[in-house]
């Protein structure tokens, strides 16, 4: 199984990218999907999961980003509004899952795409 994170980048505070993920290989079933990031100095947080359609946001993007997901094509995309330099850092996309001979369950990490939000 491989995640593969597409749409990080250099934007104004105030602007907007989406980040995308996309998964591959022998997956049965899907349990959660998510958004991690990681400022420099700082641990990596969880931003936003997505679980049977019902979604999680941490309070700091809360109204301004949203998760959605297909598990019909195995994505998990992030559309982050309103951006902010407090922003910046490394985007990871996440997913629990059981691939086909694996265990019932297992954690699987994409590679990280920077996010820089500055003027």
């Known amino acids: 199984v491989q995640l593969q994170a597409s749409g990080g980048g250099l934007v104004q505070p105030g602007g907007y990218l989406r980040l995308s993920c996309a998964l591959s290989?022998?997956?049965?079933?899907?349990?959660?999907m998510g958004w991690y990031r990681q400022a420099p100095g700082k641990q990596r947080e969880l931003i936003a999961s997505?679980?049977?359609?019902?979604?999680n946001y941490t309070d700091s993007v809360k109204g301004r980003f949203t998760i959605s997901g297909d598990n019909a094509k195995n994505t998990v995309s992030l559309q982050m509004n309103s951006l902010k330099p407090e922003d910046t850092a490394v985007y990871y996309c996440n997913a629990l899952l059981r691939r086909l001979g694996g265990p019932q369950r297992e954690v699987y990490w994409g590679q990280g795409t920077q996010v820089t939000v500055s003027s």
């Open positions: 997505i679980t049977g359609g019902n979604t």
């Open positions: 290989g022998s997956i049965i079933s899907i349990y959660v």
